[in-house]
C-alpha cells in the first residue's frame, strides 16, 4: 500500500463547474496536510495545508480532512483553464519531523 | 509569501563531470531545507535533509557520496552531483521551511534546475 494515495487520472471538469481532488494517506501519524499544484515542467507551488479536521476555505479553494478515515480533499469552485495543472498531496508528521510524503498527483483539466 | 530561489535552471553536463545547484531562502531564514528528485511523470522523492550547520540526512537508496550537500548557512544550501552519469539526469527541486521564529510547517519550493547529463 502507497504511503499517499491519489487517482491520477486524468480528470476532466468543465469551466466554471467544482473539480474534486481526493487523497487517502496510511500513517495514522500524520498531522499535516498540503495541496500543491504543479505545472508541467514547473516546481510545485503551495495551495493550501490543513491541520485540523474539518473544512478550510481559501478563495476558490476548500480544502477538507477527515483524519479518522484517513482522507483528505481539494475542492475548487469556479474551475478555470489556468487551473489545469498536476496536483500534489503531501503529508507530513508535523512539527519537528516535516519530511514531505508525496502521492503521485492527480492531474486535472479544465476544459473552456 | 516566501521565496525560494535557485541557480542554474537548467544544466548540461558532460559523464563523469560534477555539478553544483544553489538553494537560497530569499527572505526569510531556513534552518532546514530539503531536496527533492523527480524523473518524468513521476511524483517527487526526498533525497535528503539538509540542516544548517550540520550533516544532512539521507533518504535510504540515496548515496551521500555522490549527492554532497551543504548548508553553510541559514539562506544557502547546496546539492553537488559528483561523477554524474546520464541516470543522474532529473529535475532537482529544493524547498525551504520557515525557520523557528515562525511556527510553521509549511515548505515553499524552489524553481527547480532541470539537469541533463550526456
Same mark, same amino acid.
Given at each position: 500500500?502507497?504511503?499517499?494515495?491519489?487517482?491520477?487520472?486524468?480528470?476532466?471538469?468543465?469551466?466554471?463547474?467544482?473539480?474534486?481532488?481526493?487523497?487517502?494517506?496510511?500513517?495514522?501519524?500524520?498531522?499535516?496536510?498540503?495541496?500543491?499544484?504543479?505545472?508541467?515542467?514547473?516546481?510545485?507551488?503551495?495551495?493550501?495545508?490543513?491541520?485540523?479536521?474539518?473544512?478550510?476555505?481559501?478563495?476558490?479553494?476548500?480544502?477538507?480532512?477527515?483524519?479518522?478515515?484517513?482522507?483528505?480533499?481539494?475542492?475548487?469552485?469556479?474551475?478555470?483553464?489556468?487551473?489545469?495543472?498536476?496536483?500534489?498531496?503531501?503529508?507530513?508528521?508535523?512539527?519537528?519531523?516535516?519530511?514531505?510524503?508525496?502521492?503521485?498527483?492527480?492531474?486535472?483539466?479544465?476544459?473552456? | 509569501?516566501?521565496?525560494?530561489?535557485?541557480?542554474?535552471?537548467?544544466?548540461?553536463?558532460?559523464?563523469?563531470?560534477?555539478?553544483?545547484?544553489?538553494?537560497?531562502?530569499?527572505?526569510?531564514?531556513?534552518?532546514?531545507?530539503?531536496?527533492?528528485?523527480?524523473?518524468?511523470?513521476?511524483?517527487?522523492?526526498?533525497?535528503?535533509?539538509?540542516?544548517?550547520?550540520?550533516?544532512?540526512?539521507?533518504?535510504?537508496?540515496?548515496?551521500?557520496?555522490? $549527492?554532497?550537500?551543504?548548508?553553510?548557512?541559514?539562506?544557502?544550501?547546496? #546539492? *553537488? %552531483? !559528483?561523477?554524474?552519469?546520464?541516470?543522474?539526469?532529473?529535475?532537482?527541486?529544493?524547498?525551504?521551511?520557515?525557520?523557528?521564529?515562525? $511556527?510553521?510547517?509549511?515548505?515553499?519550493?524552489?524553481?527547480?534546475?532541470? #539537469? *541533463? %547529463? !550526456?
Amino acid at each position: 500500500q502507497k504511503e499517499v494515495e491519489q487517482n491520477s487520472g486524468p480528470l476532466s471538469v468543465p469551466e466554471g463547474a467544482i473539480a474534486s481532488l481526493n487523497c487517502t494517506y496510511s500513517d495514522r501519524g500524520s498531522q499535516s496536510f498540503f495541496w500543491y499544484r504543479q505545472y508541467s515542467g514547473k516546481s510545485p507551488e503551495l495551495i493550501m495545508f490543513i491541520y485540523s479536521n474539518g473544512d478550510k476555505e481559501d478563495g476558490r479553494f476548500t480544502a477538507q480532512l477527515n483524519k479518522a478515515s484517513q482522507y483528505v480533499s481539494l475542492l475548487i469552485r469556479d474551475s478555470q483553464p489556468s487551473d489545469s495543472a498536476t496536483y500534489l498531496c503531501a503529508v507530513n508528521r508535523g512539527f519537528g519531523n516535516e519530511k514531505l510524503t508525496f502521492g503521485t498527483g492527480t492531474r486535472l483539466t479544465i476544459i473552456p | 509569501g516566501a521565496v525560494v530561489s535557485q541557480h542554474p535552471s537548467r544544466v548540461i553536463c558532460k559523464s563523469g563531470t560534477s555539478v553544483k545547484i544553489e538553494c537560497r531562502s530569499l527572505d526569510f531564514q531556513a534552518t532546514t531545507m530539503f531536496w527533492y528528485r523527480q524523473f518524468p511523470k513521476q511524483s517527487l522523492m526526498l533525497m535528503a535533509t539538509s540542516n544548517e550547520g550540520s550533516k544532512a540526512t539521507y533518504e535510504q537508496g540515496v548515496e551521500k557520496d555522490k $549527492f554532497l550537500i551543504n548548508h553553510a548557512s541559514l539562506t544557502l544550501s547546496t #546539492l *553537488t %552531483v !559528483t561523477s554524474a552519469h546520464p541516470e543522474d539526469s532529473s529535475f532537482y527541486i529544493c524547498s525551504a521551511k520557515l525557520g523557528q521564529t515562525h $511556527f510553521s510547517y509549511e515548505q515553499y519550493f524552489g524553481p527547480g534546475t532541470r #539537469l *541533463t %547529463v !550526456t
